[in-house]
């Protein structure tokens, strides 16, 4: 069983950065992909990026070149780094890790960009 804590969030006028991170625990066996996602009220849950255990990542269109995930295998810790914040970026983010093709979720971390 694994066990996720997130951390980070909170409230950022447009073009702040806020970075996001997200502890696994419980586990002694390395993690395999770990991600974020995110959803804002009304809107469907979306990935935002992913890194995987070999450090490969993808983003979504929108957060390109904004943000950039990453990951510490040693602490089984993945971080998300969120530049240049836009009001769109509003949401509550949750991290999802896999292991054994099984998914684990944190219990999301809101983040407000207003000015």
């Known amino acids: 069983q694994v066990q996720l804590v997130e951390s980070g969030g909170g409230l950022v006028q447009p073009g702040g950065s806020l970075r996001l991170s997200c502890a696994a625990s419980g586990s002694r066996v390395s993690i395999d992909a770990m991600s974020w996602y995110r959803q804002a009220p009304g809107k469907q849950r979306g990935l935002v990026a992913v890194v995987s255990a070999g450090g490969n990542t993808n983003y979504a269109d929108s957060v390109k070149d904004r943000f950039t995930i990453s990951r510490d295998n040693a602490k089984n810790t993945v971080y998300l780094q969120m530049n240049s914040l836009k009001p769109e970026d509003t949401a509550v983010y949750y991290c999802?890790?896999?292991?054994?093709?099984?998914?684990?979720w944190g219990q999301g971390t809101q983040v407000t960009v207003s000015s």
């Open positions: 999802k890790v896999l292991q054994w093709g099984i998914a684990y």
